[in-house]
């Protein structure tokens, strides 16, 4: 009896002082996932990613994984992610031998490193989802937008074509969609991340190499992640605010 | 005989322009102009709505859990009999090499199965698969285990020594 009258309390004082949507929200944030709750709300998340080098070995899953769940065009070109292949001289690491056929989307070729005198590793690459993204900024007639939750994301009914966008990204993330002729670009998987669920490219990483995270959730491991990792983001003299974090991320890497 | 504004005619002719070019803005700004643009930002609020409408062709392995925690293949009453003969279960989430990986990395997207139990999910263990991951190139990380195919096992199908779900062989579990 006393129970029953404790929570009857708790379940009024609940509703009483987090009215409406935020009582429904409640149960998933005790349990420490946010992101799951049925009324998902923009200002509550702010996404990125975080994606371990040494992790990567280059399966190419993600790349295919991508395709297939965003309808992505085969055609070379047309990638949201993209895996690349690092081949460094130490003696002149300024100038790495770079390839990426066909995005990793067929895997890799064996490629010459006599008697392993070169260092190599693998680069996952994607939209990093800028804070300050370039992209955005440049698009005439708001058709791209950074979304509140920290998403770059696509309006491809205002989207013009001009290319403007697909200049703009330092990071070459950017493609024009051969079949609509507008721009598109990786989403962070926004129809999935905001049901719960990782993006696809995490989803499918052998290794876990790549981890979705949200940097307003308290219990995101990303937190200890950033604290114990030596992370970096691609390009940071663009001061564009990325988001995708890498660990050990080679200074080669472009 | 013109009176003190008699040539206010002008005034107000070139007034009336104006008013009908203003008019004509607006009229237009509003066909155009979604009425949802700027709630947020310089886009249209329904943008965020139409990104989430997408649907999703990998499930994620919460979903598998759901019927499959824990253990696979001969725990699923939904197969044919003869594909349980002599395989114990496997228990995905100890002394396993592949317990990391989640089920869609290899079967695929798994979402048209969730939506219908009766659509199978299709073996797909083959030797192509295994080397994505497994086979020697440069650039993987030494941390993977990787073979040269045909050095490695006389160029017999992976799965004649290891199954997908736990590959370690017996031997090597000693």
Redesign the interface.
């Known amino acids: 009896m006393e129970s029953d009258r404790r929570a009857f309390l708790l379940q009024s004082a609940r509703y009483v002082l987090l009215t409406g949507a935020a009582s429904v929200a409640w149960e998933h944030i005790l349990a420490g996932a946010p992101q799951e709750a049925p009324n998902y709300r923009?200002t509550d998340h702010w996404w990125g990613m975080t994606i371990d080098i040494?992790?990567?070995?280059?399966?190419?899953?993600c790349v295919r994984?991508c395709k297939?769940?965003?309808d992505v065009p085969l055609e070379d070109g047309c990638f949201r992610t993209w895996v690349e292949?690092?081949?460094v001289d130490p003696e002149h690491p300024e100038h790495p031998l770079v390839d990426s056929p066909n995005g990793g989307y067929d895997?890799?070729?064996?490629?010459?490193?006599p008697g392993g005198k070169?260092k190599?590793?693998?680069v996952p690459k994607m939209c990093n989802h800028c804070a300050n993204s370039p992209c955005t900024q440049v698009c005439p007639v708001?058709?791209?937008?950074?979304?509140?939750d920290g998403v770059v994301?696509?309006?491809?009914?205002?989207c013009l074509g001009c290319r403007y966008c697909v200049q703009a990204c330092p990071y070459g993330c950017r493609y024009i969609d051969p079949r609509t002729h507008t721009a598109d670009k990786c989403?962070l998987c926004?129809?999935?991340i905001?049901?719960g669920?990782?993006t696809?490219c995490a989803?499918?990483?052998?290794?876990?190499a790549r981890q979705l995270v949200d940097f307003k959730n308290p219990a995101d491991p990303v937190h200890e992640f950033m604290r114990t990792h030596k992370v970096h983001v691609l390009k940071p003299q663009m001061a564009t605010g990325a988001k995708v974090y890498y660990n050990a991320l080679d200074g080669s890497v472009r | 005989m013109r009176g003190r504004f008699g040539h206010a005619g002008h005034v107000v002719r070139v007034a009336l322009v104006f008013a009908v070019g203003a008019l004509a803005f607006l009229i237009v700004r509003h066909a155009l102009v979604p009425s949802d643009?700027g709630k947020?930002?310089?886009?249209?609020a329904g943008?965020?709505d139409?990104?989430?409408?997408?649907?999703?062709?990998?499930a994620?392995?919460k979903a598998c859990d759901e019927c499959h925690a824990g253990t696979y293949e001969p725990d699923d009453d939904a197969k044919p009999a003869k594909a349980k003969k002599d395989l114990d279960p496997v228990d995905l989430l100890t002394d396993n090499k592949h317990r990391?990986?989640?089920c869609?990395?290899c079967h695929?997207?798994l979402a048209a199965h969730i939506d219908d139990l009766d659509k199978p999910v299709a073996k797909v263990a083959n030797d192509k698969l295994c080397l994505?991951?497994h086979?020697e190139?440069?650039?993987?990380?030494k941390?993977?285990p990787q073979v040269v195919f045909g050095d490695h096992g006389d160029k017999d199908p992976c799965v004649s020594c290891h199954r997908p779900h736990r590959p370690r062989t017996d031997e090597e579990k000693g």
């Not at chain 2, 947020?40 to 249209?44: A, K, L």
Request: charged share 25%.
């Open positions: 923009t040494d992790k990567c070995i280059g399966s190419g899953n994984a297939e769940e965003n292949r690092y081949r895997g890799f070729p064996e490629i010459d490193n070169y190599t590793f693998f708001g058709a791209t937008f950074d979304s509140p994301l696509i309006d491809k009914s205002r989403t926004y129809h999935r905001t049901k669920l990782t696809a989803e499918v990483c052998p290794t876990g | 643009f947020y930002g310089f886009y249209r943008a965020l139409d990104a989430r409408a997408r649907p999703i062709k990998y994620g392995s990391q990986l989640r869609e990395a695929g997207p994505g991951c086979r190139i440069t650039g993987r990380p941390s993977q």
